[in-house]
T-cell receptor, first 114, second 112 residues
Framework: DGGITQSPKYLFRKEGQNVTLSCEQN?????MYWYRQDPGQGLRLIYY???????QKGDIAEGYSVSREKKESFPLTVTSAQKNPTAFYLC?????????????FGPGTRLTVL | GQQVMQIPQYQHVQEGEDFTTYCNSS?????IQWYKQRPGGHPVFLIQ???SGEVKKQKRLTFQFGEAKKNSSLHITATQTTDVGTYFC????????????WGLGTSLAVNP
């Protein structure tokens, strides 16, 4: 069964702790993305990766870090430097990094920092 | 810079009424995509429009791309409770056909 998985679905952390969100895809897609969504808001791009071993900052990268050591995996670390980390985090992938390639989303991780 | 406006932000309809959301860009677009996100869910791809004046239909959903390729609309005929969710447009940023930007979405509520 092909698709994108994110884990966990819900995550609670204490303020000041780093936390890593998992994103795995078995679609053989080159491009992967991380978005943040706040209640009633649209999607804001955190980081994206066009190909394995490469990634670029999106619009709101401060306080976040990523790696792309394997094609199928694109984990996101929310660091203690992120001032307002509580949000819904969505991972997506597309066959290539172009505007005509459909993005496929994982189910998301709801992070709450207490 | 490029501006994208999606209107309305919210729409509340009675089941059976029609619904339309609009996505307007300040620049000419090469293409536009529409996604739907159910409450608590993740965005799901609906359609891609590429040609000027293009009209595509999916059952009760009709998608249009403007003649000038600066705007697009999604129209739902005779809404049902299953149509509830937020509808987003996604389009290329400026002259960059690789980086994408998202509209803020239109949230649709349907009264049964």
């Amino acid at each position: 069964d092909g698709g994108i998985t994110q884990s966990p679905k819900y995550l609670f952390r204490k303020e000041g702790q780093n936390v890593t969100l998992s994103c795995e895809q078995n679609l053989n897609h080159d491009a992967m993305y991380w978005y943040r969504q706040d209640p009633g808001q649209g999607l804001r791009l955190i980081y994206y990766s066009q190909i394995v071993n490469d990634f670029q900052k999106g619009d709101i990268a401060e306080g976040y870090s990523v790696s792309r050591e394997k094609k199928e995996s694109f984990p996101l670390t929310v660091t203690s430097a992120q001032k307002n980390p509580t949000a819904f985090y969505l991972c997506a992938s597309s066959a290539r990094f172009t505007s005509t390639d459909t993005q496929y989303f994982g189910p998301g991780t709801r992070l709450t920092v207490l | 810079g490029q501006q994208v406006m999606q209107i309305p932000q919210y729409q509340h309809v009675q089941e059976g009424e029609d619904f339309t959301t609009y996505c307007n860009s300040s620049t000419t677009l090469s293409n536009i995509q529409w996604y739907k996100q159910r409450p608590g869910g993740h965005p799901v791809f609906l359609i891609q429009l590429v040609k000027s004046g293009e009209v595509k239909k999916q059952k009760r959903l009709t998608f249009q791309f403007g003649e000038a390729k600066k705007n697009s609309s999604l129209h739902i005929t005779a809404t049902q409770t299953t149509d509830v969710g937020t509808y987003f447009c996604e389009l290329p940023e400026g002259g960059n056909n690789r980086k994408l930007i998202w509209g803020l979405g239109t949230s649709l509520a349907v009264n049964p």
